[in-house]
């Protein structure tokens, strides 16, 4: 099976929001110079189903980034899980793709690779928590889609995927060449050791551009622009600590109680 | 009585008669170099009719283990010493006396190796045959199975099978005359659940390196099979390859713990002496205490030291026992390379970990450098006068001998000397002190390990110290006041005992 795993390399999702810096002027998080960048943990739920399905049966594992040249990183790391190619979308007229503009390139870029049976992308990225980005690229390809999966099989040239819904599951079917964007439930990613992670710096990674993909000027860069932030800041936590009381173990649960509905936390 | 006259103690049993196992005192003459089936011999030649099992009298067969003082040893290798205890090997069916009933283990092995199998109709490489000839002599003995602090825990808190069949599937493993899956297998018979305490591998009376082919057989599962590791030690890893640290915290936060101590950076003069911190001594709140405590001692002490700050990396252990062999030696090289680019001389380690790594594994990566724990360190000031300990601790203490410490570097001597200086502080010795130490489980990826329901290793030597009076635990190593410190509530033990690291006794004895 031909597989497309989409990923986006962000900033490190541990980092404590307190070291943020925003600028305001354009309001976005200015990436400082020790911040660790790191595949979107979503994304590589979605290699690890990818690399599932090749260890049952068979097939090529593309893996395909949208980003700075500082995403060969992040796609080497995905050489090293088990991914047998990678291609980078870099261009000076990708810089600030927004979800729309992410989600033509990237199909673009896809219809230049040539047949494949299924994209697995993250269910969203680890950075804005959009999750649109996958559904987008299956409109521009007008194949079917399926998001949230936590399982995914291959059954007759067709797939069931197990969906993650609020009550359970949602079982479905997709004919292929299908789209599915993948949950953490699908099981946690394998580890590259860093032996692997060292030869697959000799990876050749292309480079795709623009011109390469052959995209549409409209589609992408401001005149595509369909969403605005209009405000970002670092949030500033606080907590308060309040001890409740009572004459016995049991009269201080009842107060908590209280306290909690009085609130209506309960 | 002649010089040579001993005594020895030997558990007797005889299923017919006796509800349970008694201890007998025999008096016989010790002939030079006589070993202890010499004397279960002499004895029953006066006519104590002992039940023992022995076969090849040359240490090649493995049919004599028994328990000599609290240990698992062979009878034919073991020289007797006056006022030995002799007990059949611990947790398996007793026949008589000094023999046990070893089916359970032969039934294991039989399983994991002899079962029938495909073969490959290749021949076998000598590659492999170097791979495996150390675990070939191994002879089943038991012995390692006898020492294995996990196997003696109660309820299902591990899943492990223990040392002896790892041998075996490492074996297995490197045969490629045989079709098998022993990966696999290692994973299902608990694999990770080994705490790289050594006692096994110091055991075994053919010195198999049986740690090191548990050790192998991890890097191959985690190089090939990395979905068959813990998820916790594959985020452990992950943690040693983004942050340098296993605890997922950001580098430039690793010298937090020193804010407001204005403690020196070795960049910014050369020092005697580098204090290595190590991870859990810079992030967790509770360890912070320990590198403060311990800062606190050099300052008073006057000793000229610094530290790397946040270029220090993790010393690289947890990567090494958890079979992740390239990291550990990528991390190494960050320490190394700064070690020698601020002209490093002498280093003291908080922890036993990074202790035995930086002594016995940076060697082999052109690293040599001369490093103590930092209990020799105390001992060694303390002797030559430079701190003062007039504050009296009037407590009853007892202390853990940290496996990487004691088993690993023979150091038992050095932390009994400083809390045995503290004024008022009475030192009692737990039971299965120094060479028998008893992991506290946190040891090769342990404490990264989910643990289930049941008796834990921690547990089960928090019972002990308890069990000798005291009220405090010492110890020397982090991973120890982890799982102790959480022992100590499981069991409930909490108002009255407690478990401090040495520093933290002597810091508060000046």
């Known amino acids: 099976m031909n597989i497309i795993v989409c990923i986006k390399q962000i900033i490190d999702t541990a980092i404590p929001v307190r070291l943020y810096k925003i600028d305001p002027a354009i309001n976005r998080v200015i ?77 673009q870029a896809i219809k230049k690779i040539g047949p494949f049976d299924l994209i697995l992308c993250g269910r969203q990225e680890g950075d804005w928590d959009a999750g649109q980005v996958g559904t987008g690229i299956a ?33 479905v079917e997709l004919s292929l060449p299908a789209l599915v964007t993948v949950s953490n439930e699908i099981g946690s990613p394998r580890y590259p050791v860093l032996k692997r992670v060292m030869a697959a710096k000799k990876k050749e990674v292309p480079v795709r551009t623009a011109q390469d993909i052959g995209v549409d000027p409209n589609m992408i860069g401001p005149a595509a622009v369909r969403t605005k932030i209009v405000n970002l800041s670092v949030s500033v936590q606080e907590a308060k600590c309040e001890y409740v ?22 | 009585m002649s010089n040579n006259t001993i005594k020895v103690k030997v558990s007797r049993y005889n299923p017919e008669i006796d509800k349970e196992g008694k201890l007998v005192e025999y008096t016989l003459e010790k002939e030079p170099g006589m070993r202890i089936l010499g004397a279960l011999k002499a004895i029953n030649a006066q006519g104590a009719n002992i039940a023992y099992r022995y076969g090849c009298e040359e240490w090649e067969c493995g049919s004599c283990a028994i328990h000599v003082n609290g240990m698992p040893m062979l009878v034919c290798k073991t020289e007797i010493q006056d006022g030995m205890v002799l007990k059949p090997l611990p947790d398996l069916p007793v026949n008589r006396d000094l023999i046990v009933d070893r089916t359970k283990y032969f039934k294991k092995q039989d399983e994991l190796y002899q079962k029938p199998e495909k073969l490959t109709g290749q021949e076998l490489t000598f590659e492999n045959q170097e791979k495996m000839w150390k675990s070939i002599t191994c002879m089943e003995c038991g012995i390692c199975l006898a020492a294995c602090p996990i196997l003696h825990t109660t309820g299902k808190s591990y899943d492990y099978s223990g040392p002896e069949y790892m041998v075996q599937l490492h074996r297995l493993d490197s045969d490629n005359r045989r079709q098998k899956n022993a990966l696999q297998t290692s994973v299902k018979e608990g694999i990770w659940e080994c705490t790289a305490c050594k006692y096994c591998e110091e055991s075994c009376p053919q010195r198999v390196p049986i740690l090191q082919d548990i050790i192998d057989l991890r890097g191959k599962i985690m190089e090939d099979q990395s979905t068959l590791v813990p998820e916790t030690i594959r985020t452990l890893n992950t943690n040693l390859v983004r942050y340098s640290n296993a605890y997922g915290k950001q580098k430039s936060e690793r010298s937090a713990w020193a804010d407001g101590l204005d403690v020196p950076l070795i960049k910014d003069g050369e020092k005697e002496l580098l204090l290595f911190v190590g991870d859990a001594e810079a992030y967790n709140k509770r360890d912070q205490a320990t590198a403060q405590a311990f800062v606190k001692i050099l300052k008073q002490a006057k000793v000229s030291f610094g530290i790397l700050g946040d270029e220090e990396a993790n010393a690289g252990d947890p990567a090494l026992k958890t079979g992740e062999s390239g990291l550990f030696e990528e991390l190494a090289g960050i320490n190394i390379a700064n070690f020698k680019k ?44 430079k701190i003062k300990l007039s504050k009296k601790l009037n407590m009853k203490v007892t202390y853990q001998d940290p496996c990487f410490l004691g088993r690993y570097n023979g150091v038992y001597d050095a932390p009994r000397n400083v809390l045995k200086a503290i004024p008022g502080l009475t030192l009692v010795e737990i039971a299965n002190p120094k060479e028998q130490t008893q992991c506290c489980g946190g040891g090769g990826g342990g404490n990264w390990l989910d643990v289930r329901a049941g008796e834990r290793l921690g547990e089960r030597r928090v019972g002990q110290a308890v069990a000798t009076g005291a009220a405090i635990l010492a110890v020397g190593c982090s991973f120890c006041v982890a799982m102790f410190e959480d022992a100590v509530k499981t069991k409930g033990y909490e108002e009255k005992f407690a478990v401090k690291q040495i520093a933290e006794l002597v810091a508060e004895a000046m």
């Open chain 1, 31 to 107: 990436v400082q110079k020790d911040f660790n960048l790191i595949v979107s943990d979503y994304d590589r739920n979605a290699m690890e189903a990818a690399l599932q399905i090749k260890d049952k049966q068979g097939g090529k594992v593309t893996v395909l980034s949208l980003g700075a040249k500082s995403a060969f990183d992040a796609i080497r790391e995905c050489v090293a899980m088990g991914a047998d190619e990678g291609i980078l979308l870099n261009d000076p007229t990708f810089d600030d793709a927004n979800i729309f503009a992410t989600a033509y390139t990237l199909s």
């Open chain 1, 139 to 171: 409109a521009f390809l007008d194949i079917p889609v399926a998001t949230a999966a936590a399982s995914i099989e291959c059954k007759d040239g067709k797939i069931e995927v197990q969906r993650v819904v609020s009550d359970g599951r949602d079982i």
């Open chain 1, 245 to 266: 009381t009572g004459e016995t173990p049991e009269q201080a649960g009842v107060n908590l109680a209280v306290k909690l509905k009085a609130g209506k936390l309960i």
């Open chain 2, 342 to 385: 601020f002209n490093v001389k002498k280093i003291v380690a908080l922890s036993p970990h990074d202790y035995q790594t930086i002594k016995n594994e940076y060697p082999k990566l052109d690293g040599k450098f001369e490093v103590v724990h930092y209990t020799q360190m105390l001992d060694e000031l303390i002797q030559c006068g």
